[in-house]
């Protein structure tokens, strides 16, 4: 069964870090980009960051650049977002999900992400 | 970036009626386009992709159309399983955009 499995998020204060950890499993994951998507509290979806399947293209939103770090271990199957500097407005559920074409699918199931004093 | 502009941003109606939802385009992505459901508490599931292409599972009562910048989401028969907030999102370039969401709500 396809599937990504999230962990890593929780409490932390601003200025504070946390490491999201994005676990896959079920198809061969050397061979697909991931991307991190999050969504605030009952706002809509908001794209992160994307790495290839070789972790040789990355790219990240304008809100996260120079903050939050993506990177892969395909040994492992894991995809992780690094992210620093955290600010109260990065609170939210974080979504892995692979690209599929020109698409997001399978997506996991979500981390929440709480950045309060 | 390009911007993508969903409409209505909530709708009400039957079961049995005819739904459609809008995306448009600040700048052409030819058929880049993806429309995605996402129920309360639950991540969103892929619909439909390359605008027009239905996700294997997906009930027949959706569709996608469009190419360039104006796109459509349409449930031919709304079923009470249905309801919730629909998304569309360009792949045409980076960074990736979604349209804000139309919430869809059973009468």
């Known amino acids: 069964e396809l599937q990504l499995v999230e962990s890593g998020g929780g409490l932390v204060k601003p200025g504070g870090s946390l490491r999201l950890s994005c676990a896959a499993s079920?198809?061969?994951?050397?061979?697909?980009?991931i991307n991190w998507v999050r969504q605030a509290p009952g706002k809509g979806l908001e794209w992160v960051s994307s790495?290839?399947?070789?972790?040789?293209?990355?790219f990240y939103a304008d809100s996260v650049k120079g903050r939050f770090t993506i990177s892969r271990d395909n040994a492992k199957n894991s995809v992780y977002l690094q992210m620093n500097s955290l600010r109260v407005e990065d609170t939210g559920v974080y979504y892995c999900a692979r690209v599929e074409g020109d698409s997001l699918g399978p997506w996991g199931q979500g981390t929440l992400v709480t950045v309060s004093s | 970036a390009i911007q993508l502009t969903q409409a209505p941003s909530s709708l009400s109606a039957s079961v049995g009626d005819r739904v459609s939802v809008t995306c448009r385009a600040s700048?052409?992505?030819?058929?880049?386009l993806a429309w995605y459901q996402q129920k309360p508490g639950k991540p969103p599931s892929l619909l439909v992709y390359?605008?027009?292409n239905l996700e294997t599972g997906v009930p027949s009562r959706f569709s996608g159309s469009g190419s360039g910048t104006n796109f459509t989401l349409t449930i031919g028969s709304l079923q009470p399983e249905d309801f919730g907030t629909y998304y569309c999102?360009?792949?045409?370039?980076?960074?990736?955009?979604f349209g804000g969401g139309t919430k869809v709500d059973l009468k």
């Open positions: 079920g198809f061969t994951f050397n061979n697909y980009d």
């Open positions: 999102q360009q792949f045409h370039n980076y960074p990736l955009t």
């Open positions: 790495i290839s399947s070789t972790s040789f293209y990355i």
């Open positions: 700048q052409g992505i030819n058929n880049a």
């Open positions: 390359d605008a027009s």
